[in-house]
């Protein structure tokens, strides 16, 4: 059974910084796909940031040189830096993973909120 627990997530400043970090546990195989969703209330669920298998990244338009995904394959760990933050970057933040070179995986982690306000 595959765990993904983010944390990290809080209230910060409009033009402040937050790194969430998202840990998986329980794969039995190398999950080559990790990435960041964010859902604001009253939207869809979006890609914000994706990393294949530490090679290829990819990046929604409105977070494009303000935030970074990094991991660290020997924690099973993938990290959000998020800088310059917005108050419409508010949203409930999903790490997901698949095994698979995909986007939208199979895995699911809980949500972590994070709240740009002043």
């Known amino acids: 059974q595959v765990q993904l627990v983010e944390s990290g997530g809080g209230l910060v400043q409009p033009g402040g910084s937050l790194r969430p970090s998202c840990a998986a546990s329980?794969?039995?195989?190398?999950?080559?796909?990790m990435a960041w969703y964010r859902q604001a209330p009253g939207k869809q669920r979006e890609l914000v940031a994706g990393?294949?298998?530490?090679?290829?990244?990819k990046y929604a338009d409105s977070v494009k040189g303000r935030f970074t995904i990094s991991r660290d394959s020997a924690k099973n760990t993938v990290y959000l830096q998020m800088k310059r933050l917005k108050p419409e970057d508010t949203a409930v933040y999903y790490c997901?993973?698949?095994?698979?070179?995909?986007?939208?995986?199979?895995?699911w982690g809980q949500g972590t909120q994070v709240t740009v306000s002043s």
């Open positions: 997901n993973a698949d095994p698979g070179r995909v986007y939208n995986g199979t895995y």
């Open positions: 329980g794969s039995r195989s190398r999950l080559n796909a």
């Open positions: 990393d294949i298998s530490g090679c290829t990244t």
